[in-house]
């Protein structure tokens, strides 16, 4: 028998129904399981958890049949209370799956602490630079005679003397203490 003669006659056309058929029906069946264990169409809405406490966020996913997963505490935001949550992947308002994780980063407790920086015998120019890229903020500006005009001279925070290596909170005001350019 040739090869021609086979690929006309009905023993392959048979062949070639039945594997089609069985294709067909085991796609069908493929995409019937897959339907069931993935839950296709079924979504949960994440809800809000700006500014709630891990406790409160903890429940709320576990109604909403989602997992927490926290990420890192961020640089300390003011505007929400110690230890809640300022942002959350995916956003509030989107559908997911069940199950699926939450990606949550929270506030810490305050200010992370920054080491303060050698500004004596500094001009105040590099010095108010200097303590504006650490995020400090320059309080008062007192001046006492010293031969170096705006030369820092000392430097304070809340009434103590600080010195290079103190650690001091974030936004912290420091007041500096200059040579005003007379002999002493």
């Not at 003669?5 to 089609?20: D, H, I, R």
């Not at 069940?98 to 602490?113: A, C, M």
Request: net charge positive; hydrophobic share 40%.
């Amino acid at each position: 028998m040739s090869i021609l003669k086979f690929l006309t006659s009905k023993v392959f056309f048979k062949q070639l129904a039945l594997a089609v058929v069985a294709v067909v029906v085991f796609c069908f069946l493929l995409l019937k399981w897959l339907d069931a264990t993935t839950n296709n169409g079924e979504f949960v809405t994440v809800p809000d958890l700006k500014g709630k406490s891990l406790e409160t966020v903890q429940i709320e996913l576990e109604d909403n049949d989602l997992v927490m997963q926290v990420q890192d505490s961020s640089n300390y935001n003011p505007n929400y209370p110690k230890f809640s949550v300022i942002e959350q992947e995916p956003i509030a308002g989107t559908k997911v799956k069940e199950n699926r994780k939450i990606y949550l980063t929270l506030n810490p407790s305050g200010y992370r602490k920054i080491l303060v920086p050698n500004l004596e015998d500094k001009t105040f120019r590099l010095a108010k630079s200097t303590l504006e890229a650490l995020e400090f903020k320059i309080g008062k500006i007192s001046y006492i005679d010293n031969i170096g005009k705006d030369i820092v001279l000392g430097m304070k925070h809340k009434g103590n003397t600080i010195k290079e290596g103190d650690q001091l909170p974030k936004t912290s005001v420091i007041d500096l203490i200059l040579g005003n350019g007379n002999r002493p």
